[in-house]
């Protein structure tokens, strides 16, 4: 089987959100290859908390003692309960899927009536169900999937796609090129040039977080822009055109158009960036900014991982 979902911006390209059939309800999920819980809002918690949410009615059968705590690098969280249903992303189905309910989550996630919960994308060695992990829904529908991949175009300001299956080589130019990938930590782990440390691929994470080093030299070049520790990162004046930035890696190069690096105003006319650094991490973090500029293949279709960078 093949599949293809579209993957619709929040403002300011914040995180990108998919439909997803769960037992028959449609949710709009943010489809993250930084993470392995497929969870959602569910009625279980308290009204106030999923108020403008979508709320899973627990249609499918308990999970009796299973349950679930996730914590991401952003400071946010959810914690609840299992079920095991139907879900169908882009006409791809996994009839037994494991359905995290939610019983509490952070403020972020409330507030964010866009968003009605998460489906991870990394690998199922990091799934938090307890007492026994839990398949991706990758991971439970690859191998009936004509090639086991999946690709992701997101796009700036606009919507973009996730292909399930198959490659479509109308959504990049030049080739496709591929580097390998360390599971070790449960993550699209990778290496690129230029950019000292472990990189990961991450759907779920808005910004590109790289070295100090790197960041100090991309900002030199923005006339406008310093260091702002109340906003937390490098800032700049909103109408100042940004530099591209590129990056080698595997055989490859990728271009970041300066435009996308600028992610968004934080006030007046002063504008946050979307280049910032990864120390104190422990990882690079090529997010949605970067992944916006690309078509990147997560691919299983051989004995060992690999991730494909293409320019998009
Ligand atoms: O949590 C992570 N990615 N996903 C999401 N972030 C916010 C909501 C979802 C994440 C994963 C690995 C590293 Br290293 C840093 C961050």
């Keep these: 089987s093949t599949g293809s979902v579209s993957a619709s911006p929040?403002?300011?390209?914040?995180?990108?959100?998919?439909?997803?059939?769960?037992?028959?309800?449609?949710?709009?999920?943010?489809?993250d290859t930084g993470s392995s819980d497929l969870?959602?809002?569910?009625t279980q918690q308290p009204a106030s908390q999923r108020s403008g949410h979508t709320a899973y009615k627990q249609t499918g059968t308990k999970k009796?003692?299973?349950?679930?705590?996730?914590?991401?690098?952003?400071?946010?969280?959810?914690?609840?309960?299992?079920?095991?249903?139907?879900?169908?992303?882009?006409?791809?189905?996994?009839t037994s899927?494991?359905?995290?309910?939610?019983?509490?989550?952070?403020?972020?996630?409330?507030?964010?009536t866009d968003n009605d919960g998460l489906i991870g994308a990394a690998f199922s060695s990091i799934n938090t169900v307890s007492p026994q992990q839990q398949l991706t829904f990758f991971d439970n529908v690859k191998n009936s999937l004509s090639q086991k991949?999946?690709?992701?175009?997101?796009?700036?300001?606009?919507?973009?796609?996730?292909d399930y299956g198959y490659i479509d080589s109308s959504k990049y130019s030049g080739s496709i090129h591929y580097v390998p990938v360390n599971t070790a930590n449960g993550f699209w782990e990778f290496t690129a040039s230029g950019v000292s440390g472990s990189s990961i691929a991450d759907t779920g994470t808005t910004l590109l977080y790289i070295p100090d080093s790197n960041v100090d030299a991309y900002y030199a070049n923005v006339d406008s822009a310093s260091y702002d520790s109340s906003q937390g990162g490098y800032t700049f004046d909103c109408d100042e055109s940004l530099?591209?930035?590129?990056?080698?890696?595997?055989?490859?190069?990728?271009?970041?158009?300066?435009?996308?690096i600028n992610f968004a105003p934080v006030s007046g006319n002063t504008c946050f960036g979307g280049i910032q650094s990864?120390?104190?991490?422990?990882?690079?973090?090529?997010?949605?900014?970067?992944?916006?500029?690309?078509?990147?293949?997560?691919?299983?279709?051989?004995?060992?991982?690999?991730?494909?960078?293409?320019?998009?």
């Design 97 to 112: 899927q494991a359905v995290e309910a939610a019983t509490s989550v952070s403020s972020s996630f409330t507030s964010d």
């Design 149 to 162: 991949l999946f690709a992701a175009r997101l796009r700036y300001h606009t919507a973009g796609t996730y």
């Design 39 to 42: 969870w959602v809002f569910s």
């Design 243 to 260: 530099p591209d930035w590129t990056v080698t890696i595997g055989s490859g190069s990728i271009t970041v158009p300066g435009e996308y």
């Design 278 to 312: 990864s120390d104190g991490i422990g990882f690079n973090i090529f997010g949605d900014i970067f992944l916006k500029a690309t078509y990147t293949v997560f691919d299983q279709t051989q004995s060992s991982p690999r991730l494909g960078f293409a320019q998009g």
């Design 10 to 31: 929040e403002s300011y390209d914040e995180s990108y959100l998919i439909p997803v059939s769960i037992g028959g309800t449609t949710f709009h999920l943010d489809l």
């Design 64 to 94: 009796s003692g299973y349950t679930w705590n996730i914590s991401y690098g952003d400071g946010s969280g959810a914690k609840g309960d299992v079920y095991v249903d139907k879900v169908v992303v882009g006409g791809v189905t996994a």
